[in-house]
């Protein structure tokens, strides 16, 4: 992942909109905007007051590992918490009944495609 993607997914994460984090690091939204659509890398000064705000390091912005995490399998489990943080939570509050089926569903759609 580039930089951009992993401060959109942090983003996601929080709930945070782009213009939200560039008002907080100083700088003009457009900025962001211009990062992402040309997957251009920030000055260091920026991706650190980036970083600070999104409160995770610098290094997991640029590869999109943890640095309190070593082996791979770790980081990918980190990667797909964060990424679907927001759907475990709306899963989590469901009533139990509703909850087994989605997951049934989801066991039956991964079953399907593993036979293809």
């Known amino acids: 992942m580039a930089f951009w993607d992993n401060v959109l997914a942090e983003l996601e994460y929080k709930g945070m909109s782009n213009k939200a984090l560039a008002e907080k690091v100083g700088i003009d939204a457009s ?9 251009s890398s920030p000055s260091a000064d920026t991706a650190l007051k980036i970083a600070k705000v999104l409160n995770v390091s610098v290094e997991y912005l640029v590869t999109g590992r943890s640095p309190n995490i070593k082996n791979e399998e770790e980081n990918t489990d980190f990667q797909l918490f964060r ?19 989605i997951i049934q569903l989801i066991d039956y759609a991964n079953t399907d495609l593993n036979k293809s």
């Open 83 to 101: 990424k679907y943080s927001k759907t475990f939570e709306k899963l989590d509050a469901l009533p139990e009944k509703t909850r087994s089926s």
């Open 31 to 39: 900025n962001i905007g211009r990062g992402i659509r040309f997957k």
